[in-house]
């Protein structure tokens, strides 16, 4: 029953549908419509005024026309909007990295100390401004997408934000301790500075002074005298004789680096005994002390080369002796020529031992080095005048024998040279 109803419709179709075509010539046309089957089954056709063939396809050409420009339209924002992700992908991947290796630059290298705190402040700073490029790119990259209808992911944004954010922190704490260190580092520079002008000053006052020659000495007791080679005539001569003592104190400044034994920094002769005070270390023997031909060994280093000072003391009483150096008492006794007086009217010769009073001296004896401030006192001094002469707070000259250029004499090519003798000790040491 089914296959009969749908055969004529079929039928009422194909003769609605001639119908049509057998119209066309009088302007008119029939549209067919299917009906159910409990409707009426004519064929109820409204006529509509026909249009031109030329019109529809001008319509239709339009509408193609238009469709496609949206569909161009939509592909080109498809396209923009999928190369502003992948740009921003690539920008975001980049601020990473850069985040890593500014890391990495913390760790190895910023949390050493710059040789140039100006360089690397100046690399940061490069590094700070790059990023702040970056970011201002992206801001103006949301602002083309934003005018485009393209959505700028607010998220990326705040993200690189605040990584430069936190950048430029890590940056600043490190200019500030980077700046501190350059402040330190400049306090410490000019103290030092200033020292080694000082002593750059004093040096060449000193140069100016030798350069002067035979323009006399700065005070009368600022010279020294230089005894260069192991010879037999090469000494000095104190004008003044001793006169009879009880007790005396003797106080030098000298410096040798001679080897084996410094020789003979000063000996006093008198008739009928040639040894009657001398100071000697000969060969590999200890530095002795010789009063009236008798001999007691003193605990003294002085053979380094550097400036030391020197005091003996001694009493007729008990013979009672001390020895001094660099004003610290190393030794001391007694018994050493009790109750013996120094004779006066002797030769009192510095850098030779004499085997006859005032001659007959032995090269193999000689003292090598330089020798300043030999004073002589007719008694004990206190310990505490011969620390402060040895440690330049005080200077004390002898009331027996004083250290002055008018009372010392130089003889077989021995000679006297300005002594600023603490600056002196002070460029040794």
Known sequence: MLHLIAGLICVYALTCVKMVYGQNEKGERFLCTAVSIDKDTSCPVQSLPFQSSSVQEEELRNTVMQLREIILQQK???????????????KLSRCESDSETFRKINKDTMDDVPKDPNDTIDVLGKTMQGLKDRLENLEQQQMRANISGVSFPNELRNLLQRRLEDLENQLLKKVNELEDEKSQLYNETVAHRQRTDNTLNSLMNRISELEKGGAGFKSPENFKISLPLRTNYLFGQVKKSLPEM?????????????????GTPFSYGVPGQANEIVLIEWGHNPIEL????KVVQLPLSLSDGRWHHVCITWTTRDGLWEAYQDGQRLGSGDNLAPWHPIKPGGVLILGQEQDVVGGRFDATQAFVGELSHFNIWDRVLRSTDIIAMSNCSSYMPGNVVAWTDSNIEVFGGASKLPLELCEDRLFDN
């Open 246 to 262: 009880y007790a005396f104190t003797v106080c030098m400044w000298l410096k040798s680096g001679s080897s084996p034994g410094i």
């Open 76 to 90: 080109e924002t498809i396209v923009n909007q999928l190369g502003t992700i992948k740009e921003l992908t690539s």
């Open 290 to 293: 010789l009063i009236n031909d």
